[in-house]
């Protein structure tokens, strides 16, 4: 929102310039994001939180300058002519708990004109085009002092009555705007004796507008439902100065004021006779009940023992009231503009702001115990320090997912949000795999056609009346990788395809950080996976991981441009074993001795059962065994595939003799035939 350095002269006097003021405002939390123009037109471009419609105006900025530089605040008086006579309009608050008050003034015989121009000149200098005087009254009041009001001419007001009530079904209202709009039960119209005139606290209507032909206006103020005008305004896509200032809370004492503000601003231009005393229709009151605040509270949040006289001043400038309570304790009045001030902290935030959080000296908070690594820090570093250094970068996503992905991707019963932002975000992810594929598919969609992404998080699952909840880390990567030594490293490189068996090797270097007995992969894996390229990963006898390309239907059905691999490990199961720490072994003095099998299987026999099969001869001296090559073509046959296996025998202690060695080698080939294999020549 936009504010005139220059206008708040008109209520305090400012002892800096306005660059200088804009810092200090800022350095208050009023924020100042811009600076536009010199002299009398310099404009602020503001940053008003939306707890702060007090300060979403002229008067509520000069009343923090003149907190900050302890000067008095001019109030804004109206001098009004003395009223004639009784106004014949009356007011009927039919629902008192969405318009607690409603305040009227009737102006006879005023003339519709252009507004002088100051008034024209301050409204052009924040982007408010100028319509007439009557009008612009109000938009100036709303500047000026944060109230709207509105202003209807008089005589087309259906027996000078008007009506605050629910609109009824069926009703039609043409606001300012020309649009014709359907009211609902829903709605709060302000209505005369015959149809709504207009829509509470958004706009008013077409009908009773003041034009050039206008001689008798009614001026009214009011307090609306802070939720009301919000739900209207997004019913009715109307959006409006008015509606934005009323759905944060509007000053309930200020209906009189501004009424009479506008008034004054109508007579001293237009003319004109003010008809009566003003209408002022209180159906209940709104009184905002005071704080307690301890001194010794005050020191503890602030650490710093502020002189009370500080405190006071402060407090008296914003417009609290303090009452001597205990020595230590006061009893604050909140005044009827903060409605965002309910509890000490609040007031405790406010002397801290307007002393200053610059004159706080730098401290820490008393601490007596001692700094401690969560349980699994060290092995959260390990593995987050590998995945950086294997090139992926690290990734956040929502952790809620719609119901569809969370039944799709976990077997886990999820857990319903009570209040959803949609239904694509219904449930907590039972899964992080979809919130991978999601900023996979958004980096895709926007030209980067190479990924590696990795994400740690929490899913979650029922559990009874509970919810447990479990640490994992997702990794996906799609593209091409540099068929180079060094990947991204190799200067002119070729590139090729990310495999299956790319994300199967980082996996292993991420369990490699860690101690166990036995690792093992079978093609265990859930359905969103590709039957042919996905695999488990077993430590122990637990699983640990599953991974593999993502399957061509659940990628088509998200729209992924190209193949897409995804790992889960399950932290849970691999933080139950420790880092592998390093351990110097002496290489050995003795030769190692290799020797190559030549087999043909059954494409059902799986390495993995191939090696299983071998470690379980339990020959000590086989320190590796591993395939080579393997081979697919018509010369092996459909449905068989031909392997060089390679196995190194070593000892620590001698040189090994030919005939252990052909022993060992005896017992490898009887152990692959049992499973079916056949050697070839």
Not at 569 to 574: E, F, M, S, T, V
Not at 599 to 625: M, W, Y
Request: charged share 30%; net charge negative; glycine share 8%.
């Amino acid at each position: 929102m936009k504010i005139s350095p220059h206008w708040l002269r008109d209520f305090v006097d400012l002892p800096v310039d306005y660059r200088r003021l804009a810092d200090e405002l800022t350095l208050a939390g009023v924020a100042v994001e811009g600076i536009s123009g010199e002299g009398e037109s310099t404009v602020y471009e503001m940053e008003i939180t939306t707890n702060r419609p007090d300060a979403m105006n002229h008067y509520g900025v000069a009343r923090e300058a003149s907190a900050l530089y302890d000067l008095p605040l001019r109030v804004i008086e109206p001098k009004l002519p003395a009223a004639q006579g009784k106004s014949e309009v009356t007011v009927e608050i039919q629902e008192p708990e969405l318009c607690p008050r409603f305040t009227a003034q009737e102006v006879r015989g005023s003339q519709v004109k252009p507004s002088p121009a100051k008034i024209a000149q301050r409204l052009e200098l924040l982007d408010q085009r100028p319509i007439s005087n009557a009008v612009d009254a109000t938009n100036y009041v709303l500047w000026e002092s944060g109230k709207p009001t509105h202003v209807f001419d008089l005589d087309l007001l259906e027996g000078r009555r008007l009506v605050i009530r629910k609109a009824r079904a069926g009703e039609i209202l043409k606001t300012l705007d020309g649009v014709e709009r359907k009211l609902t039960p829903e709605d709060l119209v302000v209505a005369d004796a015959v149809r709504p005139v207009g829509l509470a606290g958004v706009m008013g209507g077409f009908d009773t507008m003041i034009t050039e032909k206008t001689r008798n206006i009614l001026i009214e103020s009011a307090w609306w439902d802070p939720v009301t005008v919000r739900r209207m305004s997004k019913r009715h896509g109307l959006h409006t100065d008015a509606s934005h200032r009323f759905e944060r809370g509007a000053d309930f004492e200020s209906t009189v004021a501004s009424t009479n503000r506008v008034a004054e601003l109508i007579h001293n231009s237009g003319g004109g006779t003010l008809v009566g005393e003003v209408i002022d229709v209180v159906a209940r009151r709104l009184d905002l009940a005071p704080v307690e605040l301890d001194l010794r509270e005050v020191r503890r949040i602030l650490g710093e023992n502020l002189p009370m006289i500080e405190i006071s001043r402060i407090l008296s400038r914003l417009g609290f009231v303090l009452t001597a309570g205990t020595e230590d304790r006061f009893l604050v009045q909140i005044p009827s503009w903060r409605l965002d001030v309910e509890r000490e902290i609040d007031v405790i935030e406010e002397i801290a702001r307007l002393h200053g959080y610059d004159k706080f000296a730098n401290t820490l908070p008393a601490y007596s115990g001692e700094v401690r690594d969560l349980p699994d820090a060290r092995k959260d570093k390990r593995l987050r320090s590998s995945l950086l250094a294997l090139g992926y970068d690290e990734a956040i996503s929502l952790t809620f997912i719609s119901k569809e992905d969370a039944r799709q991707f976990s077997k886990a019963t999820e857990l319903d949000l009570a209040n959803p932002l949609s239904d694509e975000a219904s449930v907590m992810r039972t899964s992080l795999v979809p919130g991978m594929l999601n900023m996979l598919a958004y980096n895709l969609n926007r030209g980067s056609a190479n990924v590696r992404l990795f994400e740690a998080g929490n899913a979650f699952e029922a559990a009874g009346e509970k919810a447990a909840e479990h640490k994992q880390i997702v990794l996906g990567a799609t593209g091409n990788v540099d068929a180079g030594v060094v990947r991204g490293l190799t200067p002119g490189a070729e590139t090729r395809p990310l495999s299956f068996f790319d994300l199967k090797g980082d996996l292993e270097d991420l369990l490699a950080a860690f101690a166990y007995w036995e690792l093992g992969f079978d093609a265990q894996t859930a359905d969103y996976y590709h039957p042919g390229r996905s695999a488990r990963a077993v430590m122990d006898g637990a699983t640990v991981a599953q991974f593999g390309q993502i399957h061509p239907d659940v990628a088509a059905a998200r729209k992924l441009k190209q193949d897409v691999f995804v790992a889960e490990i399950h932290l849970d199961q691999l933080y139950k074993h420790d880092l592998r720490q390093p351990r110097y072994e002496q290489l050995p003095k003795f030769p190692a001795v290799e020797r190559d099998f030549s087999f043909v299987f059954d494409d059902g026999v799986e390495f993995e059962k191939i090696r299983q099969s071998v470690a379980g001869l339990e020959i000590n001296e086989l320190r590796g065994f591993a395939p080579v090559e393997v081979f697919r073509g018509d010369k092996v046959g459909a449905g068989k595939y031909s392997i060089l296996m390679r196995a190194r025998f070593q000892s620590g202690e001698r040189t090994l003799r030919d005939d252990e060695v052909a022993t060992w080698s005896g017992k490898i080939t009887r152990a692959l035939e049992a499973l079916g294999g056949v050697q070839r020549a």
